[in-house]
Nanobody, 113 residues
Framework: QVQLVESGGGLVQAGGSLRLSCVASGAIFSFNMGWYRQVPGNRRELVAIISGGGNTHYTDSVKGRCTISRDDAKNTVYLQMNSLKPEDTAVYYC????????WGQGTQVTVSS
């Protein structure tokens, strides 16, 4: 069973940038991978997907500001986040899309206005 560890979150001012990383304990090269985010009390939201072949898709709220990428040799998925907004504040997780494996601990992103 693949295990996932997210990192790279932090506290930034609006307009700032962060690069999130997700390291998998096993090979992920054949899987579609996504970045999700969750605000307490809300459902987990899928914000970016990258296919095994490298095709990407973004939810409208992050399109143009975020870039998902992967390095299968390192079993790692990234999310570059630019022009951050206070509404991007959430815990960010990565996982397979669909059929997620057990969730990691996530990484907290807090954007101050």
């Amino acid at each position: 069973q693949v295990q996932l560890v997210e990192s790279g979150g932090g506290l930034v001012q609006a307009g700032g940038s962060l690069r999130l990383s997700c390291v998998a304990s096993g090979a992920i090269f054949s899987f579609n991978m996504g970045w999700y985010r969750q605000v307490p009390g809300n459902r987990r939201e899928l914000v970016a997907i990258i296919s095994g072949g490298g095709n990407t898709h973004y939810t409208d709220s992050v399109k143009g500001r975020c870039t998902i990428s992967r390095d299968d040799a390192k079993n790692t998925v990234y999310l570059q986040m630019n022009s951050l907004k206070p509404e991007d504040t959430a815990v960010y997780y990565c996982n397979k899309v669909p059929n997620p494996v057990p969730w990691g601990q996530g990484t907290q992103v807090t954007v101050s206005s």
